[in-house]
């Protein structure tokens, strides 16, 4: 009975270590995105915006950030009596004003965005300037 035993245990490992558990799977590798990707937001209906159609937004410019843009941004939100944020960063407007002077675009196509793409905007600037990719 113990040699039984003895055998089964050693059949167990021996397919075991045949075919190793992978920690993440393959499909789950092919989900990532590639960083490029993360700062695109694709609309599923067209914006219309001053006659032009858009389809996606583009917000790789947030690449080029400064700090200098970042403290710029501040102080427009704060002469405009925005509420005090203890984190400017993650609050919708700033996001917007970010991604509207990064982009060279008015602030107007922003606020403009249907409220999903608008907080999409938000998510992804404060994302990309906490490191959270």
Do not use: C, H, W
């Not at 001053?50 to 700090?67: F, I, M, P, Q, R």
């Not at 960063?89 to 917007?96: F, I, N």
């Not at 196509?109 to 990719?133: C, D, H, I």
Request: aromatic share 8%; net charge negative; hydrophobic share 40%.
């Amino acid at each position: 009975m113990m040699d039984e035993k003895k055998d089964m245990l050693k059949d167990q490992e021996a397919a075991l270590t045949a075919s190793p558990v992978k920690a993440v799977p393959d499909s789950a590798a092919d989900t990532v995105e590639d960083d490029d990707d993360n700062l695109i937001i694709k609309f599923k209906k067209p914006y219309k915006f001053e006659g032009k159609e858009y389809t996606e937004l583009d917000l790789s410019a947030l690449e080029n950030v400064t700090g200098a843009d970042m403290i710029k941004i501040n102080k427009r939100l704060s002469r405009a009596g925005e509420a005090f944020t203890a984190v400017p960063e993650l609050t919708l407007e700033y996001a917007l004003n970010l991604a509207a002077d990064l982009t060279q675009r008015p602030v107007e196509f922003y606020t403009g965005l249907p409220g999903r793409y608008a907080m999409q905007v938000k998510n992804r600037v404060s994302a990309f300037l906490f490191g959270a990719e």
